[in-house]
């Protein structure tokens, strides 16, 4: 069973997934990526024995679940940092705090092909991508355990992904992590303060300047944030408040579609195909009408290494200015058959 | 000129060091490492020249400065991600603050030979290492501009290293870094609460269980931290209270340069050398005797990818438990021979 523990003083918790090895040694070979290749990925479509049984998908009317069909497919983690069975209940040694490793850990499969991109799938593909971000947010929610819903994405294997089949995943945490409140708490004093969501001041902010926007549709908007931490790093925000991203409706999709595939194919055709991770930033279940909060998407593409100094301090080191990045990004012309394979 | 600047909404600043390109692609190539051979390393003895000039060394009595003869020598960063030149205003535009890149970046070359570890070096060569590390932060004190010293180490390319002769980094700051402010801020509250340094209550736990105790001589310790982010991340701290790094006195010198070759050693062989990355915590040169602080120095070794979820959120997944990590360590036998190269 994984555990969750908190740092004493940080108050930062940890996943603890220990994998029994019988010498320290072992640990190396489990580390090391093993990016399954089409004869043998488990997400392929017509291989779907290989995972654990689908939890949601979208899929052609009448397919039976767990067989061919589907356009996307939501399983259960097959190694999973945390586990569903379990209880919250915390347990303290002296200055220490524990508890059971309970959450979910589930894979979005984005599509049956195996040699694509996200950012190659159709406009409506991506809907439907979003459409089950959706599902899964707002069923998770029904579990009086869950706190908070992290919903990430790894591209190449240098930003973590271990297989290269498209697809996302999802963490739903039964506490709320300590970089999320912290965030939470910052646009909460600034509402306190100026009675206005921070975020969109900035997006005001950005638009008045417009030297750091990327692109834009009727509801959604892409930035190169002013204190980025990674070269071309970008942020999706929508443009009107809201605080959950549980909160998108149905004519949102295909502008978050649009957005997201926008941003992806310009960032793949500006610095060739960079791995990236993306994560989404979102209010607390328990708070999904925060005025003070706004929801968004966080895009780090992967170019830089990044050393212990960062780890340590926090301190980032750009060599690129966002406004450059801005530029650049902003100026490529989306062409998918120019992207980098 | 580098730019410091502050994000609006999480108080975190960031270093925009920016290289000028013509397209952005150029970035890409600038981003690879390029790890100098022997036959061209800059930190050879008898290379001096190719750096620039020294700023503190332990040579031989009567060796004149920027020649051979020395065995730690220090000197600034050649490619430095802040610069000495400049003044710490704070300027802003409309929710944004900036200032220009002020301060120092130094690297401490750890011995005239290319081909070895740190952990491999005598200890009394590790010893003028330390000593080098302290001239440097009594010295970094007297600029009153600067608030933080950040001292580092990245061993190997995964962690970030991008020459492999042996060498650390010091980062002296006009401002205190984030993760530094929150672990003092922690750090006050509990001794607020408790009336005790939080790190001098963690050392005494520590001892009364022992199951994470790796190594101890008489005046520092080696633990596994009990929310360890990374596999085998292991802390040294000193055994009787002191806040800043800045404080340790001439006899504490051997101790800590026995007990960081000996961790370093221990780490080397149990996972096979490992990559790391370490760094010193201390307290701010405004506050060198906290008796709520309590200086340390965290190694971590990177054996795993750190994915987006981790970046995003702060929460780290570590498939090692810290008990286990602390046994094996613990128990492998210090044997330098062995060391793989």
Known sequence: MPELRKDPITRRWVIIATERAARPTDFIGKFSDDMADRDRCPFCEGREAQT???IFSVRRDGSPADGPGWRV???SNKFPALRIEGNTAR???GMFTRMDGVGAHEVIVETPEHDTHLALLPEEQIADVIRAYHQRYED????????????????????GASLSHPHSQLI??????????????AAERYFVKRGSCVYCDLIAQEFAGGERVVYENERFVAISPFAARF?????ILPKAHMASFGGISAADVPAMANVLKTTLLKLALCVDNPPYNFIVHTAPYEFPR???????LEIMPQLTRTAGF??????????VAPEDAARYLRTTEVREEALPT
């Open 172 to 185: 739903a945490l039964p506490m709320i992590p300590k970089r999320t409140s912290e965030e939470i708490d």
């Open 290 to 296: 925060s005025p003070a909060y706004h929801w968004h």
């Open 91 to 93: 347990s303290g040694l």
């Open 73 to 75: 497919r939501v399983v």
């Open 310 to 319: 960062e780890w340590g301090s926090g301190f980032h080191i750009n060599p």
């Open 231 to 235: 070269p071309f790093e970008t942020w």
């Open 52 to 54: 654990p049984p689908e």
């Open 140 to 159: 998770l929610d029904r579990d009086e355990r869950f706190e908070y819903l992290l919903l990430f994405r790894n591209h190449g294997r240098a930003a």
